[in-house]
């Protein structure tokens, strides 16, 4: 089922200005979104209110994809700080149903999508910041969710390991799983298949674009 | 449908969460053991001395009473009938009345004065409180054991050992002026009668009949009988109708701004020490999850429900309660041994009170997860982005 937003419009209070101006979009199932724009212009209030976080002050989101498919990559790392890359993994299938088998090959699989082979009885409270984030993008897309939403999932990362982590994203739309990622990175966007610039709450635009095509 | 965590599932989690902080756990543990022994020995200690002081002054006599009659005169007698039923009233744990004192000789002891008197009722538990009440036979009775003409005295333990008299001895004594043909052999069980203050003077006690009138009835109440309530007894059992004022006096003599070793043990601050130790064996844990809200939190937004979110933290924290309540318990009995040099006179107390602490404290660690689990995940995720 895809995300459709009519006419939403945000305030953060009775007397604030508003942050979403009348914004109407549809997001496909399956979609790579990215959403641009300079700071203040929204993203992060618009990936809250397509999530359920916030509630729109007037218009209507229809989405239908249930919170416990939707995962959340945050732009700080949020992780058991106490406890090993493996660990910090695997409770996000703790509720799959998958058997131990299963949940620990499919650990393995997302440990080596986003360049953390090796790594996986470290603990995370040894690990860079731009590898602590790994572990959050590896966790948000181990139970194979249908929506991943993403905050700045790169803003620590290298050029290198970038690359390596948007190819875990793509591999996991094309596994059916429908990503929006908020970044002011243009390589990250242009390896989105869609990207919606913002500025002051309204779309300033909207641009559909083959997968990897360059700037 | 949701999906949901499975109690393996919490129980894996809550093990790992509970191993990725062993350092953590094993300085909770021993804060834990300090914290609760330390408040279990408070307790034991305090409780302890008041019931000491409470053995102490129960063996001088604080729950006996003397009761003497008051006519127009200003002297009088009481029934001796009255004061042996004294001794079947609920709340008196005996009582004994005192006829008139007369003078006697010890043939083993010549020279010595001795003062004869004769009892009724229950003498033994008054004289000395750790003596039951002794089958005594009257001087000039026969003793149907024995077959033998003999009656029993009691003597205080010091007076015998002066003279060189032993518990068992016959002796031969004569009461009063006249020397008496029948019952002058008498045999002698010795008691201690200084505790209460009984033998200020060279006294032996004779068992007679509750026939006749007495000077003076003693009697001890029920330990924890309140004064007033034994005040009320004793003037009510040797009440004869006729209208005889009854005045009451305690043994020991009583300072009335003080409060009894029992009434201080009542009412003793340390008696809620365990729940003291249960909160603050709690915080030791539960203040240190307060900065971990974000797992919580992480946990619900990677699908588990609040209710396996709060049980995964308390069964992880439970386990260094548990090791450190238990190493408290051993702590309490071992320093107890070390001190005392005794085995500890009352081990399930320590147990009860390590237990009340540990159950305080696991009560208040799942209502404290239950609270943090149920935090809101939206705001979690808001704050985050």
Redesign the interface.
């Known amino acids: 089922m895809p995300i459709e937003l009519d006419n939403v419009t945000f305030r953060y209070g009775p007397q604030t200005p508003l942050v979403i101006d009348g914004m109407s979009f549809t997001v496909p199932h399956g979609q790579m979104l990215a959403l641009m724009g300079p700071s203040g212009s929204g993203k992060s209030t618009l990936l809250q209110l397509i999530g359920g976080i916030l509630r729109p002050t007037s218009g209507q989101i229809n989405n239908s994809i249930p919170s416990h498919e939707t995962t959340w990559v945050f732009q700080t790392p949020t992780l058991l700080n106490a406890q090993t890359v493996r660990h910090n993994i695997d409770i996000a299938l703790y509720a799959t149903g998958w058997s131990p088998k299963q949940q620990h090959a499919r650990v393995e699989t997302v440990i080596e999508s986003v360049g953390l082979h090796g790594l996986g009885e470290t603990g995370v409270s040894t690990l860079s910041g731009g590898q602590q984030q790994r572990v959050q993008i590896a966790r948000a897309l181990a139970a194979q969710p249908q929506l991943v939403l993403a905050d700045e999932p790169t803003g620590q990362l290298d050029h290198t390991t970038t690359a390596l982590v948007m190819d875990a994203l793509i591999a996991a739309r094309d596994a059916g799983t429908g990503i929006i990622i908020v970044t002011h990175d243009r390589y990250v966007a242009e390896r989105c298949e869609r990207i919606i610039t913002l500025e002051d709450g309204h779309i300033l635009s909207d641009e559909h674009r083959a997968e990897g095509s360059p700037t | 449908m949701?999906?949901?965590?499975?109690i393996h599932?919490v129980i894996r989690?809550a093990w790992?969460?509970f191993a990725?902080?062993i350092g953590f756990a094993a300085i909770a543990v021993c804060l834990i053991a300090m914290v609760s022994a330390t408040c279990g020995y408070l307790e034991a200690g305090a409780r302890q001395n008041a019931l000491d002081e409470e053995t102490q002054l129960t063996a001088a006599g604080q729950y006996v009473y003397r009761a003497q009659a008051r006519d127009e005169n200003g002297s009088g007698l009481i029934p001796a009938a009255l004061c042996q039923k004294l001794n079947n009233v609920q709340g008196v744990k005996s009582a004994m009345g005192i006829g008139a004192y007369q003078t006697a000789t010890v043939r083993k002891a010549p020279g010595e004065h001795i003062t004869y008197v004769p009892v009724t009722g229950n003498p033994t538990p008054i004289l000395d409180a750790s003596q039951p009440l002794m089958q005594a036979t009257t001087i000039g009775d026969s003793d149907e054991s024995t077959n033998e003409t003999i009656g029993d005295i009691i003597m205080d333990a010091a007076l015998a050992n002066r003279l060189g008299i032993t518990d068992g001895t016959r002796l031969q004594i004569t009461v009063g002026d006249q020397p008496q043909q029948l019952g002058e052999i008498v045999r002698v069980h010795t008691l201690d009668a200084q505790t209460r203050g009984f033998a200020d003077s060279q006294l032996i006690w004779s068992q007679n009949a509750p026939i006749g009138m007495v000077g003076e009835c003693v009697a001890e109440v029920t330990p924890g009988v309140d004064e007033h309530t034994a005040r009320e007894l004793i003037a009510t059992g040797l009440d004869d109708g006729s209208g005889t004022i009854i005045s009451i006096s305690t043994l020991l003599e009583r300072d009335p701004n003080t409060r009894s070793p029992l009434e201080r043990f009542r009412t003793r601050n340390t008696r809620w020490l365990w729940a003291a130790s249960g909160m603050v064996c709690w915080a030791l844990l539960f203040i240190p999850l307060l900065f971990r809200r974000?797992?919580f939190a992480?946990?619900r937004?990677?699908?588990?429900g609040s209710n396996p979110t709060a049980l995964t933290f308390a069964v992880a924290n439970m386990l260094p309660l548990l090791a450190g309540h238990i190493a408290g318990c051993g702590w309490m009995i071992l320093v107890s041994l070390w001190i005392h040099r005794n085995p500890l006179t009352e081990p399930w107390l320590a147990a009860a009170f390590i237990g009340a602490s540990l159950l305080t404290s696991i009560m208040l660690l799942m209502v404290g997860c239950t609270i943090l689990a149920r935090g809101s995940i939206?705001r979690f995720?808001?704050n985050?982005?």
């Open positions: 949701m999906p949901q965590w499975t599932t989690q790992r969460s990725s902080r974000h797992e992480l946990l937004s990677v699908g588990a939206t995720i808001h985050r982005l």
